[in-house]
């Protein structure tokens, strides 16, 4: 079978963005901690106030020094604004909206993802150096989106 040399050239050239794309997932994957979702948790978006967790989101220390973030986004403020987190440790958040969805970006991390309603956002990261983090929404939430910050405090 013979087949045209530009045929060839377009064909090798697909193949190669291919192994481009698998290569980029692979290496983020691995050394950046990249993940996709993994955890499905749901929670009545309409009962928040009275959620054990959710009703008053705050730091909470485990007795072997991992920290637990419990975060409310709504219009347009994220519970709770400054979230003060030790160095050096493991720190889950657990994620949720209390209306529309929000995004959750700290900004100079890989720390990111989304508050939906509904549901609670679940992910680890540990901060390797003392300092402040600016937190974004980065999911257009209303008129006052760009307004949507909050501060992570890292001592
Ligand atoms: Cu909250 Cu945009």
């Known amino acids: 079978m013979s087949v045209e040399l530009y045929e060839r050239i377009w064909m090798w050239a697909a193949g ?10 692979s290496v983020t994957s691995a050394l ?7 955890h499905i948790e749901t929670v009545d978006p309409t009962a928040l106030a009275s959620h054990a967790e959710f009703a008053e989101p705050a ?3 485990n007795p072997d020094g ?20 030790p160095v050096g440790k493991p720190v889950t958040f657990r994620l949720t909206s ?4 929000h995004g959750f970006q700290v900004v100079g991390t890989n720390a990111n993802a989304m ?5 609670v956002s679940q992910f680890t990261v540990t901060f390797k150096t003392p300092g402040e983090h600016l937190i974004a929404c ?13 501060k992570i405090i890292v001592k």
């Open 66 to 85: 991992s920290v637990v973030v419990s975060v409310v986004a709504e219009m347009f403020v994220f519970r709770p604004d400054p979230i003060e987190v």
């Open 98 to 101: 209390g209306d529309v969805i």
């Open 32 to 38: 950046q901690a990249v993940q996709p979702p993994s």
């Open 16 to 25: 190669a963005l291919i192994a481009v794309f698998i290569g980029v997932i």
């Open 138 to 150: 980065n999911e257009y939430c209303g008129l006052a989106h760009h307004n949507m910050v909050g």
């Open 115 to 119: 508050a939906v309603p509904g549901y």
């Open 59 to 61: 730091v909470k220390t």
